[in-house]
């Protein structure tokens, strides 16, 4: 299944400044009997989100009607826990393209990458000054370029790292298997090399 195609976003953010957000957190696991990658950004981070009877919790970020955007604002290491790959479909299915955060789960950051999601590793204290940015002005403007890299808004730029292949990837809309089946060419002339030797 191909990913969707990333070069810039330009965007305000939903501010989430808490740190060691989990899987379970972000995904509940008994939310994860499906197959598909529909659906699941109904109940992203459901236990937060709505209280015991069902109804939309009025505290949590993601029901002020003040916030909104492509972009999650997170605490120092987002993505902890369980290896579920349902964590970045729930948080691309309800409609984010990018998270930033101070320190990433490795595993986290795979599928994030693997699903068309940008984790966008910062310091602490940039992180720190954007949050607080968002928080005070909801409509604060945040651009992320792939292409160079970079996260900016009106008070600061930072640069991030991103392994090539899957910057690569994500500039092209390329999953792993897109990939390979635009080496084919390639992998079959190496093929008939190795039969001539």
Same mark, same amino acid.
């Given at each position: 299944m191909s990913i969707p195609q990333f070069t810039t976003l330009n965007s305000t953010a939903i501010p989430l400044p808490?740190?060691?957000i989990d899987t379970d957190q972000i995904?509940?696991? @008994? /939310?994860l009997k499906a197959t598909s990658r529909e659906g699941f950004g109904e109940n992203l981070f459901r236990d937060w989100r709505y209280n015991d009877e069902g109804s939309p919790n009025k505290d949590f970020v993601l029901n002020?009607?003040?916030y909104g955007g492509q972009i999650?604002? !997170?605490?120092?290491? /987002?993505?902890?826990? %369980?290896? @579920?790959?349902? *964590? *970045?479909? !729930?948080?691309?299915?309800h409609g984010?393209? $990018? $998270?930033? %955060? %101070? /320190?990433? !789960?490795?595993?986290?950051k795979?599928? !994030?990458?693997?699903?068309? &999601?940008l984790p966008v590793q910062v @310091?602490? *204290? /940039? &992180?720190?000054? &954007?949050?607080?940015?968002?928080? %005070?002005?909801?409509?604060?403007s945040i651009t992320v370029s792939l292409e160079d890299q970079t996260i900016r808004f009106a008070g600061g730029q930072e640069s991030f790292e991103i392994n090539a292949y899957k910057k690569h990837c994500l500039l092209n809309g390329l999953d792993?298997?897109?990939? &390979?089946?635009?080496?084919?060419?390639?992998?079959e002339a190496f093929e008939q090399k190795q039969l001539k030797t």
């Open positions: 808490v740190e060691n995904i509940p696991a @008994r /939310f002020n009607p003040a999650l604002l !997170a605490g120092k290491n /987002f993505g902890s826990g %369980s290896s @579920r790959e349902h *964590a *970045a479909w !729930a948080i691309i299915d984010f393209r $990018v $998270v930033v %955060s %101070s /320190f990433f !789960a490795d595993i986290f795979n599928n !994030a990458l693997n699903n068309g &999601l @310091r602490e *204290a /940039f &992180l720190q000054k &954007l949050m607080q940015a968002v928080q %005070s002005d909801a409509q604060t792993d298997i897109d990939y &390979l089946l635009k080496q084919k060419d390639r992998i």
